[in-house]
């Protein structure tokens, strides 16, 4: 059972375009959704995470939309860089006592090309 | 001290032995998970310690998957007869008490 559906599986876009990368979550008691970015060889980096008081986080180029009502949220990059090129996950948790583990989706492969 | 590191980075193994990852964490982090990996996917969760508490193994796929953490700081995850099926990078991460998951490069294991 998939519980954080991502979407698209690759993308590839001009430098200085806007990918968006899309995820849906099954789990209303989720309350915490980071996106990470992967290139090959190395573990996952966290970029930016949001909560679902807010609909919407800006960090840098990066920024987080949420809606809530939907349970989706999307990452957008903008004014993207051929070193964006990467692979994308975004994922969800919730406080269980136990930690916060992680809920992942199956990742979009970005590419930016010049 | 900068973050968290694994080792081997890579682990060649024949189906039906044993391995042992290593994960050192960030000093001071409370809490640490594992993930494993499989090729083009996203990471899946294994199991959580806090301290040397494992306290959720929910995500250990069979009973040859064994992980511990005996003084709260490293930790070692064993696969006892490793089956084709195992292949995969196994990611460690480790945080404060809920904190973000700082994770490390991973080790990928390959059984032939």
């Known amino acids: 059972q998939q519980q954080v559906k991502q979407s698209p599986q690759s993308l590839i876009v001009q430098k200085g375009g806007i990918p968006i990368i899309n995820c849906a979550y099954e789990?209303?008691?989720?309350?915490?959704f980071p996106w990470y970015q992967q290139f090959p060889g190395k573990g996952p980096a966290l970029l930016i995470a949001?909560?679902?008081?807010?609909s919407e986080k800006k960090e840098g180029r990066f920024t987080i939309s949420f809606n809530k009502s939907a349970k989706q949220f999307s990452l957008h990059i903008m004014d993207s860089q051929p070193g964006d090129s990467a692979t994308y996950f975004c994922?969800?948790?919730?406080?269980?006592?136990?930690?916060?583990?992680?809920?992942f989706g199956t990742g979009t492969q970005l590419k930016v090309e010049l | 001290g900068a973050g968290v590191s694994q080792s081997p980075r890579y682990k060649v193994a024949k189906r039906g032995q044993d391995v042992a990852l290593r994960c050192d964490p960030i000093?001071?982090?409370?809490?640490l998970f594992w993930y494993q990996q499989a090729l083009g996917q996203g990471p899946e969760f294994l199991t959580y310690?806090?301290?040397?508490?494992?306290?959720?193994k929910s995500g250990l796929p069979s009973d040859r998957f064994f992980a511990e953490r005996p003084e709260g700081s490293v930790s070692t995850l064993k696969i006892q007869r490793t089956q084709q099926e195992d292949s995969a990078v196994y990611l460690c991460?480790?945080?404060?008490?809920?904190?973000?998951?700082?994770f490390g490069p991973g080790t990928r294991l390959t059984v032939l």
């Open positions: 991460a480790s945080s404060s008490l809920e904190g973000e998951q700082f």
């Open positions: 789990n209303t008691a989720f309350d915490y």
């Open positions: 310690f806090q301290n040397e508490a494992q306290l959720d």
């Open positions: 949001i909560r679902p008081d807010v």
């Open positions: 994922a969800a948790s919730h406080p269980t006592g136990g930690g916060n583990k992680l809920t």
């Open positions: 000093s001071g982090h409370v809490s």
